[in-house]
């Protein structure tokens, strides 16, 4: 990835992505949370999604030379092996309820991540883990399920009806200062607060990154400080970022020409002038480290099945530092797998069409079926939503930002009930062969469940604190991650087992040219 990540700018430049410039035409760089140089390119607060509109252009044009067809609105629900290696997948028409078998050569995954199985996060409210699901029950191994990063830049929960939060980009944390009033409970508007009651606590705790430490180090301690009663907004689960000095010194256009398309999201979603009045902001749910466990081509333990992307574990380790969540999506899909993918399609007969009519492709498509059935004749009197809902809390309460062995056991009795809940409570109105939200929701959730179980048993696994997975029992006297390179350097790669306990397979980390560390911020 290092190697071929150099080539993304020129690529994405190339396919039209707007990338921001200095004056004299070079592309510009920004610093991001855990560095403290500039060293990222981006596109005012919208890198993400200009590069989605450049991958989409350049989609559409494939799609006119009929090179590539699509699929859209279809949801994969299976992946279907052929002598143990992948050869295609069963769909749903989200339309109109048609399951359908797709014969391949080979399969790739770039189904994304699995944050929404917290019920609430920044994810797109589609995203899912079923993909990846699917073909971890059929084989391929799922590596470091618990380790999910909670981004500290998000609108905070306003009630309990809300279904998606909002991120603010970490980029606002160049200028914004974070901070909660030194008094418990401050009841007291943000700009009635004078500086000396004002706890600056991230520059206070770390002079030497401030603001721009790592997102599970800020998440941590917003968290903290408001479990300490200092938090802010009416719900006290909220911090202020706060716009007031780079404003003062360099005036409020300088900050509307860098941030103002977040300025005025906020101002939509919040109904407060951030300009004005700070930021209210609180760690939220935002990416997952963890994935299907891929090999240097990026396959998975399923020969023939490729993931790429954030559907797979591979990269960012415990913990994943701004911007390179799109750097190794497209490192995989634009520069690696091309190439992997022609390796092993070059070691493989081509399929015949024969093989749509084998017992593997049409038990693959009963299963579904059936599955879909069953979840449609529950007929309980429970909504979606609600289980979802019920399954977030646990998941965030005790497979969260912060973990420790209790929760972890306690999570371990909850969601099986929850499962059961699920099977037995569930009500699906209308038509299977329809459009039909709720269902799609369903065979999401089923899933959902299944991996927060794995989710704890991961956590409770790993004694040791690291990146993003904060077990309290294993902290230093200044509440930093404590780690334990000696037992746990590994990949915790998971096996599947229909009796609920996963088998633990452990791939060592060995470091030739890097001298392990304990990160430090101060
Ligand atoms: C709000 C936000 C801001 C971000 N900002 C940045 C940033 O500035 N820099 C950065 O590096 N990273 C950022 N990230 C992270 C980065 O955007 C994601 O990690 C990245 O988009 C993942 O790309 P992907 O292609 O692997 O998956 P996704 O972009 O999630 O795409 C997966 C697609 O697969 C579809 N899908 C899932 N399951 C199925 C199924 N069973 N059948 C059919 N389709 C399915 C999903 O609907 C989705 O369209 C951000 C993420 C969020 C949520």
């Known amino acids: 990835m290092a190697e071929t990540s150099v080539n993304i700018i020129d690529q994405c430049v190339a396919q039209g992505v707007p990338f921001a410039r200095e004056y004299g035409g070079l592309l510009d760089n920004r610093s991001f949370g855990g560095v403290q140089v500039s060293r990222t390119f981006y596109a005012r607060g919208q890198t993400g999604q200009q590069l989605l509109l450049g991958a989409y252009s350049a989609l559409s044009r494939q799609l006119k030379t009929e090179k590539v067809r699509f699929f859209p609105r279809h949801d994969m629900l299976d992946v279907v092996l052929l002598d143990g290696k992948a050869k295609g997948v069963v769909t749903r028409n989200l339309l109109n309820g048609e399951i359908k078998a797709h014969q391949a050569d080979a399969v790739i995954l770039a189904t994304g991540g699995y944050g929404n199985v917290y019920y609430l996060s920044t994810n797109a409210m589609a995203s899912n883990v079923t993909a990846n699901w699917r073909a971890h029950r059929k084989g ?87 479990d300490n009663g200092q938090g802010v907004g009416p719900t006290g689960f909220a911090v202020y970022l706060d716009f007031k000095h780079v404003i003062q010194n360099k005036g409020e256009g300088y900050v509307r020409e860098k941030y103002g398309n977040l300025f005025d999201m906020y101002q939509n979603i919040a109904d407060e002038n951030p300009y004005k009045t700070p930021m209210k902001i609180y760690p939220a749910v935002h990416y997952t480290m963890g994935g299907l466990w891929v090999d240097y081509n990026l396959m998975t333990t399923i020969p023939g099945l490729f993931s790429i992307g954030e559907s797979n574990f591979s990269d960012h380790g415990a913990n ?154 294993f902290q230093t006297k200044e509440n930093e991650a404590k780690r334990n390179d000696i037992e746990f350097m590994y990949v915790a790669a998971w096996k599947y087992n229909a009796d609920g306990k996963p088998n633990l397979f452990k791939e060592d980390l060995k470091y030739k040219h890097v001298k392990l560390k304990t990160r430090s911020y101060k």
């Open 140 to 226: 391929a191994l799922f590596a470091n399920p618990s380790f999910t990063q909670i981004h500290p830049t998000c609108i905070p929960v306003k009630n309990n009806f809300q279904s998606k939060l909002t991120l603010m980009s970490e980029s606002l944390r160049n200028d914004g200062r974070v901070w909660v009033p030194k008094q418990k409970n401050d009841k007291r508007k943000p700009n009635e607060i004078p500086e000396q009651e004002r706890d600056y606590y991230l520059e206070r705790i770390y002079p030497a990154f401030g603001n721009l430490v790592p997102r599970d180090v800020a998440s941590r301690r917003a968290k903290e400080v408001c």
């Open 320 to 473: 994943r530092l701004g911007a390179s969540a799109l750097m190794q999506g497209l490192a995989d899909g634009y520069f690696i797998v091309p190439h992997t993918i022609t390796d092993y399609l070059s070691k493989e007969k081509p399929g015949n069409q024969d093989t749509a009519n084998s017992e593997a492709f049409k038990n693959a498509v009963n299963k579904t079926e059936k599955d879909i059935n069953k979840i449609m004749n529950i007929k309980g009197d429970m909504v979606v939503d609600e289980i979802h809902r019920e399954l977030g809390k646990v998941v965030w309460d005790k497979v969260g930002m912060s973990r420790n062995s209790r929760g972890l056991k306690e999570a371990l009795d909850i969601i099986p009930k929850i499962k059961e809940k699920f099977w037995n409570n569930v009500f699906i109105p209308g038509s299977k062969n329809d459009y039909n939200q709720e269902l799609e929701k369903a065979l999401r959730l089923k899933d959902f469940i299944e991996l927060a179980e794995l989710m704890a048993f991961d956590a409770l696994d790993r004694n040791e604190s690291c990146g993003a997975h904060f077990r309290e029992e």
